[in-house]
């Protein structure tokens, strides 16, 4: 979340490391108390993911295979916490919940 991003649209979107067989499947009732989920996608094929092919174990914690994505992201909007921060005049951690999530990766 440290990197999510706020459009102008109002969608806050982020790239997220889930080791879930279903992206999301453990965070997604934290999540949901706090952003309506309109998409939800793997980063790449998991054809290419080595953790879940089972050729390297945790394989995600030291891949990079979502850099090119996040970079992207970086691109677009603003960061969200801050934005929250300076629309409550308040610290980010006592920031209302935002309405809106967009959590959208690469095909």
């Known amino acids: 979340m440290e990197e999510a991003r706020l ?3 109002g969608r806050v979107s982020w790239v997220e490391v889930c080791y879930c067989p279903t992206p999301l499947q453990e965070e997604r009732p934290y999540w949901e ?3 309506q989920l309109e998409r939800i996608k793997d980063a790449h094929s998991r054809r290419r993911c080595k953790d879940w ?3 390297e174990a ?3 914690s030291e891949c990079d295979c979502t850099a090119r994505l996040e970079a992207l992201m970086q691109t677009r909007g ?3 916490l801050l934005e929250l ?3 409550h ?3 980010v951690e006592e920031t209302c919940k935002p309405a809106v999530y967009d959590n959208w990766h690469e095909p």
């Open 7 to 9: 459009e102008e649209n």
């Open 53 to 55: 092919t089972g050729s």
């Open 78 to 80: 603003k960061p969200s």
């Open 89 to 91: 005049n308040s610290p």
């Open 58 to 60: 945790w394989a995600c």
């Open 33 to 35: 108390e706090y952003f």
């Open 85 to 87: 921060q300076k629309q």
